[in-house]
Nanobody, 127 residues
Framework: QVQLAESGGGSGQAGGSLRLSCAAS????????MGWLRQAPGNEREVVAA????????IYADSVKGRFTISRDNARNKVYLQTTSLQPEDMAVYFC????????????????????WGQGTQVTVSS
């Protein structure tokens, strides 16, 4: 099975940017559809962005469309989330997650379908 480790969280100013990274080990990342999810205090975990195995398809939550970009580098076993124009409501713990997917173009938008999770990285946004 795959192990996931996030990095790149921290504090940012409103309007600023952060780049989150997720490193996979134990199994090739190319076997998994990947997603970034977040959870703010008192809120349910939500899918922020997801990407298919071959990077052909991506989806985004409406709240981050045009501001966040998900990408992956299967050769390096890494997934990224570039965040821009950060807003205070983006403040949350961000999780990288993997779903074992048979389809190269499948995007997983349902958080229940993710089997493997990282520990999370905190993103704080100050206004």
């Amino acid at each position: 099975q795959v192990q996931l480790a996030e990095s790149g969280g921290g504090s940012g100013q409103a309007g600023g940017s952060l780049r989150l990274s997720c490193a996979a080990s134990g199994r090739a990342l190319s076997s998994y559809a990947m997603g970034w999810l977040r959870q703010a205090p008192g809120n349910e975990r939500e899918v922020v962005a997801a990407i298919s195995r071959n990077s052909l398809n991506t989806i985004y939550a409406d709240s981050v469309k045009g501001r966040f970009t998900i990408s992956r580098d299967n050769a390096r076993n890494k997934v990224y989330l570039q965040t821009t124009s950060l807003q205070p409501e983006d403040m949350a713990v961000y999780f990288c997650a993997a779903a074992l997917s048979a389809g190269y173009t499948t995007v997983v938008g349902d958080k229940q379908r993710y089997q493997y999770w990282g520990q999370g990285t905190q993103v704080t946004v100050s206004s």
